[in-house]
């Protein structure tokens, strides 16, 4: 762990040596097609570029401050994705699997939305989302100087954090006081910048359209992470508000919000070479961690998710498989577990075959050697790279941990749910404030149970946690695991399957009646039943020993690398300016751009820019699962149904392009040089995956689903071409 005196040291690096630095980092700038960049932060280089890529309309069309722009027309969907208004009747484009959750949620063995596809043919019929958001960029300012003025160089980290925190809440409290908007202050280049966010939340999201899963999931497992693509990567909803325009909840009496701008869309086609723009709001991305960090990622906690999420899957697929019924209680959560799954494969083998760590141990020595003729910055340098070393280290075991918890109980949904009495025990009933909050308490989870036990099956639940309890264990030292779980592994020697059979039959969270009643009826010798029930039991343990032994450490450790990244940042940052580095990604707008343009992957191998129809009954004939297609689109897979959405008698499935895009990207728009919507962004491809954490120009694409395609399938398939009223399509 990094030494408070190695930390003062650094510091004082940060003011004494930048010609130093600028020695050492002049080569870190972004590749021209690498960023994803802050539009606030954007400069006339940054524009220039575009142009000379294609770029025919005017920046303040893109982002404006104080006009109406294009900005104006992505969403933050659900906070995990992206999506794009199409009409000025609140329509909105993103992708069929950011919407899947939803579509699931609608479904029914009667009515399987996810098989056979939705398509609301009147307004009424449009499907209201509880629950779900579509945030709309208001503004952003820079507020760099009144947050940092709330700290200063004697701070520790811990006071530090919590000063920034203060000072950005008392900021965006100064918004949201007065107005109805959502506010929060975010922080760039690991807390070097801050810049307060400032958004429309709307409640009311219904769903319009979307195609079936053999559609919209076309190749599943198969191709996911992949290409050639070939899937139909869509939905449709509505955002609705009151009548003054404004957010509402849910209410027969809301209209269609009516925007201030949206895309308009280009059914005119694509060639390699085209400019592109991804327009969304990307997850997150690690670009600047030294070789250290991606060690500790390549070696040890990437395959230790890969591994944990294989033998859930392998649970999961196979209750799939045994009824309808069943498909449909795990599908979302297969998508999910599936979907890390196969990512964290891809990474692994990029991060190998582009030798990232040698890369960014070369960087590293590169820097160090410059300063061989002079002792003391010399010295200074390598306390930082010392202090990077110590610091990784120090954080490996407690990372390593913190994955097995996390990927073992703490994204078990029945592990979570059961987390929610947590703190029940501990609570006083007989107090003033103990009594009315364990009611509260209580009766959320009793109207909560039949929902959530309506989502999985109790018989393949024991499995998935037999599989984990014994991952868990053998993982981690027998003196490190808690009390329970050591108790287990010598008392069943390895059986997990009995020991997890004896705790479910003991338990009340073995069913929903039981677990209904229990919290339904809640009495005073309620808390030591709880405390008592052998599942809740496990889960207190379990959790208890991560808090208490593991969670304090590893934030510590964290602040730690974070004082050490923001330090190395802000060297950066002075000798390149926020012109030549993009801050990571973390949820906010961002601009990425490039070309439509194929790749060679592997040795004697070249990836077409496009994919087509044709590609589908390709696979569809290989007779494998993932290449079901409905029949109806088998009938009109022929060129006399592809007009007008096809110009060259093939009709357009998806395309790549070198745009950087990451989580959270899913659903962005893809604009072509005019600014007009050309498609939808969904994926990245395969080889390209390690992009995270070190962009290859070269290799790594992102995947998108041609607004033609999309077109053709609400047209000819869901015969929901009057949405398209709604919309300005310019065709060629």
Known sequence: MMKRANCRNLIQLTRRHWWVVMILLLGRPAYADEGMWLPLLMSNTHWDDMRSKGLRIDPEDIYSLNNTSLKDAVVHFGGGCTGMLVSDEGLMFTNHHCAYSRIQGHSTVEHDYLSEGFWAMERDEELPNIGLTASILIRVEDVTQRVLAAVNQKMSETDRTASIRRASQAIAKEVTDRSHYHAEVKPLYYGNQFILVITEV????????????????????????????????FAIFRIYADANNQPAEYDLSNVPYRPRTFFEISAAGIKEGDFTMVYGFPGRTQQYIPSWGIRNFQHHTYPAIVNIRDHELAVINHTMGLSDEL??????????VANGWKLYRGVIPGLERFQVISKKEKEQQAMLESLRDNPEQYAHYLNLLAA????????????????????????NPLFRFIFRAYRIPDMDMRSEEGKPAIAELTTDLAEAVHGFYATIDIETEKQILSAMVQLFTEAIPYEELPSLLAEAKQKYDGDYTRFIERLFSKSMFSNAEDTYRFFRHWKR???????????????R???????????PALQDANRSLDSLHRINMQLLLTVHS????????????????????????????????????????????????DYEVPEQLLRIASPEYYHPYSTDGTMPVGFIANNHTTGGNSGSPVLNGYGHLIGINFDRAWEGTMSDLNFEPSICRNISVDIRYLLFITDKLGGASYLFDEMVIHRP
């Open 202 to 233: 709307f409640r009311d999201v219904r769903l319009v359209g979307a195609p079936p899963s053999s559609v919209g999931k076309f190749g599943r497992d198969s191709d996911n992470w992949m290409w050639p693509r070939h899937t139909g990567d």
């Open 327 to 336: 498909r449909i209680q795990y599908t979302g959560r297969q998508a999910r």
């Open 525 to 539: 010798s309620s808390p030591r039943r709880l405390s008592r029930d052998p599942l809740f039991a496990l889960m």
């Open 578 to 625: 926020t012109e030549l580095l993009y801050p990571d990604a973390n949820g906010t707008l961002r601009i990425a751009y490039g070309e439509v343009a194929g790749s060679y992957p592997r040795d004697a191998i070249r990836y077409h820019h496009q994919t087509t129809l044709e590609g589908v009954l390709e696979k569809h004939a290989t007779g494998h699962p």
């Open 541 to 551: 343990d379990i959790v208890e020993h991560y808090m208490g032994d593991y969670h």
């Open 388 to 411: 990077y070393e110590t610091a990784y280290d120090d954080i490996l075991p407690l990372q390593q941990y913190n994955t097995y918890f996390s990927e073992c109980f703490w994204r």
